[in-house]
Each structure stands twice: as C-alpha cells, then as structure tokens.
Antibody
Framework: EVQLLESGGGLVQPGGSLRLSCAAS????????MNWVRQAPGKGLEWVSA????????YYRDSVKGRFTISRDNSKNTLSLQMNSLGAEDTAVYYC????????????WGQGTLVTVSS | DIVMTQTPLSLSVTPGQPASISCKSS???????????LYWYLQKPGQSPQVLIY???SRFSGVPDRFSGSGSGTDFTLKISRVEAEDVGFYYC?????????FGQGTKVEIK
C-alpha cells in the first residue's frame, strides 16, 4: 500500500521560509515522479511543482519559480519542498502526490500539511 | 495555462439516483501519442483527493463501477449511475496534457 506522509507545515511570517517533507513507503520511490499540489482554505486544487523519479527534471508553476525548490532523496524515500519569500498567497494545505502514470500526473496523495503565512 | 471549467458547481442528489458532472477544457486534451489526458478526482470531506478516472474513461483500481467517464477533445463527463452516501464531496477534473496541470473549480456533491 502506497503511503505518503507530509510534514514541516506551520505558521511563518511573510517573507519567511519553510521546508516541507514527504516520506513515502510501500513503493519503489525512485521509479516515480512526485508532485506538490496545494489547496488554499476553502478553495480548489493548484499544482505547484513536480520532479522526475531520478530527480534530474523539475517543474514549477510560474508563481513559485525562483522561490520554491523541489528535491528528492531516493535513498531516504523522501520528497522536499523548500519555500522561500513566502507570501499570504502561499497559505494552503500542501499535498505531495506520487505519479504512477507516464509524466508527473498525480495518482496517490498524502494527507497534506498546512502552511499559514501570516504576521 | 489550460482552463478547466466544471458545471454544475453544486449538485444535490437523492440516493440511488444518477448524477453527472461536465468538464470543459480551453484546448484539446488529445495528445500526439493518441491518449487524452483528462482525470477525475474525488475529495471526500476532511480527506485528500483520490483518483477515480484516468485518461477520460479508465477507472482506477478499487473504484466502483457506478463511476464512469466519457468525452473527447475538450468536453468530458463524469457520471455516477446510482449515488451513494459515501460519494459526497468535491469532484475535480484535471488536465494532464500541458504543465502546469490545472484543475476545474470543483463540484460539490451532496445527498438530499
């Protein structure tokens, strides 16, 4: 059974930084691309970033380019999202999602971690 | 970015009755590889999204056969043949042909 467990969320001031992690189990982690998808309170889903199974390809939505960095450690079955220069618009539940299909299209989702950007 | 538009945004259904959700994309989701990259997810109350349908009409593992997907090009439909209480939540379509992946606004399904 695929399990994804996010951590690292919390309250951060505008302009601050936060690092999210996602621990995967029940799957050969390095074989699959991973995503971060966020959901602002009471809103819909917004894809944020993705990374290939090997980690050599990364993708970002325009609004986070230059501020967020996705990475993975396949030896530890862990996905990360380093978030810098955070603003109120980044407040959301962040889900990691594993892609079993070709490309990075999300399949299995974690339970999410809440990031709140507020002074 | 590809815009995904769902209708209706809210649906109240009597148990045992059918339900249908429409999803339209701002451009064709037919890829040069012959596949159409349209997905349906259900987010039950207090839970993370779970995939129901991939590539328009393929049910994901464990998804009941009362869920079906259809469509082509830019117009797609999710149908629930007989709604059950456990089907409540928000339904989202997503295009997977061009990054950034984009989702519809979501359709809230409630039980009458």
């Amino acid at each position: 059974e695929v399990q994804l467990l996010e951590s690292g969320g919390g309250l951060v001031q505008p302009g601050g930084s936060l690092r999210l992690s996602c621990a995967a189990s029940g799957v050969t982690f390095s074989s699959y691309a991973m995503n971060w998808v966020r959901q602002a309170p009471g809103k819909g889903l917004e894809w944020v970033s993705a990374i290939s199974g090997s980690g050599d390809m990364t993708y970002y939505r325009d609004s986070v380019k230059g501020r967020f960095t996705i990475s993975r450690d396949n030896s530890k079955n862990t996905l990360s999202l380093q978030m810098n220069s955070l603003g109120a618009e980044d407040t959301a539940v962040y889900y990691c999602a594993l892609a079993i299909w070709t490309g990075t299209r999300p399949t299995y989702w974690g339970q999410g971690t809440l990031v709140t950007v507020s002074s | 970015d590809i815009v995904m538009t769902q209708t209706p945004l809210s649906l109240s259904v009597t148990p045992g009755q059918p339900a249908s959700i429409s999803c339209k994309s701002s451009q064709s989701l037919l890829h040069g590889d012959g596949k159409t990259y349209l997905y349906w997810y259900l987010q039950k109350p207090g839970q993370s999204p779970q995939v129901l349908i991939y590539e328009v009409s393929s049910r994901f593992s464990g998804v009941p056969d009362r869920f079906s997907g259809s469509g082509s090009g830019t117009d797609f439909t999710l149908k629930i043949s007989r709604v059950e209480a456990e089907d409540v939540g928000f339904y989202y379509c997503m295009q997977g042909i061009h990054l950034p992946w984009t989702f519809g606004q979501g359709t809230k399904v409630e039980i009458k």
